[in-house]
């Protein structure tokens, strides 16, 4: 059996403050986590948590992953901005086109997110959260689909998307990045082994299909360091 996604991870400035803006953008309970980090469980079928890590740096660049938050209607929409911006959200030029109909927002910590006009049709059939949306290769959309056994929904012009076979968000991947990588990404992909599995096994696995171990990496009983083809880190949990 392959990984399974447990997580996106936050570095965070503060991470109790950036988890409650996001339970209150999304309505999720927090739960403790030890050394001083904080998760969000799923309240709907999003199949994965956000954990929020001590330990951000400064922000200099454009995250590589941002959420896209779906929308019912304009006052839906409209909704979803003001909760956001009165819990500490605020306005971005991201190079958006005045007649562009989403809105893009930061949340406390700088990271980048945008409130989707109603009638997406790319994400008519997902929830909330409608995609995690990526700057990357056609190579890492294929090794992802690879790497979580989830098929690909979107195969075109270097631009691709996956999804669960379990519904939830899509992940998508709209091209090569523009910019050059600058140190370590503030988000990042926790992933997790079925029960039974053999650790190492897994990890080959991973390499195998693309991944390679970071430079810079220091793996802990229980936690594997590695990156994807375009250099994304993430982390396989053995043991959690």
């Not at 059996?1 to 339970?23: E, V």
């Not at 454009?62 to 409209?78: G, M, V, Y």
């Not at 979803?80 to 605020?90: C, D, E, I, N």
């Not at 523009?178 to 096994?201: Q, S, V």
Request: with cysteine; aromatic share 8%; charged share 20%.
């Amino acid at each position: 059996m392959t990984s399974q996604l447990f997580a996106l991870c936050f570095a965070a400035s503060d991470p109790r403050q950036l988890a409650g803006f996001w339970s209150g953008v999304l309505g999720w309970a927090t739960a403790g986590e030890p050394h001083g980090a904080v998760a969000l469980l799923p309240a709907d079928d999003t199949g994965f948590r956000l954990r929020f890590l001590p330990g951000a740096g400064p922000k200099t660049v454009p995250n590589r992953i941002h959420f896209d938050l779906t929308s019912a209607s304009l006052e839906e929409q409209k909704e979803t901005v003001a909760r956001a911006l009165g819990l500490g959200a605020r306005h971005i030029d991201v190079g958006q086109l005045p007649e562009d109909e989403h809105v893009v927002l930061a949340d406390p910590d700088g990271n980048e997110f945008c409130v989707i006009e109603p009638g997406n049709n790319f994400l008519a059939d997902c929830g909330f959260i409608g995609a995690l949306s990526s700057d990357g290769s056609r190579e890492v959309g294929l090794f992802w689909s690879a790497a979580l056994a989830w098929p690909l929904v979107w195969d075109q012009d270097q631009e691709t998307a996956i999804r669960s076979p379990h519904g939830g968000p899509k992940i998508t991947w709209g091209g090569p990045p523009d910019r050059p990588k600058a140190g370590r990404n503030r988000l990042h992909f926790d992933l997790t082994i079925p029960e039974g599995t053999d650790p190492a096994a897994e990890v080959q696995r991973l390499l195998s299909a693309g991944a390679t171990r970071l430079a810079d990496g220091v793996d802990e009983p229980g936690r594997v360091e590695l990156a994807d083809p375009d250099g994304n880190e993430f982390c396989l949990l053995t043991r959690r």
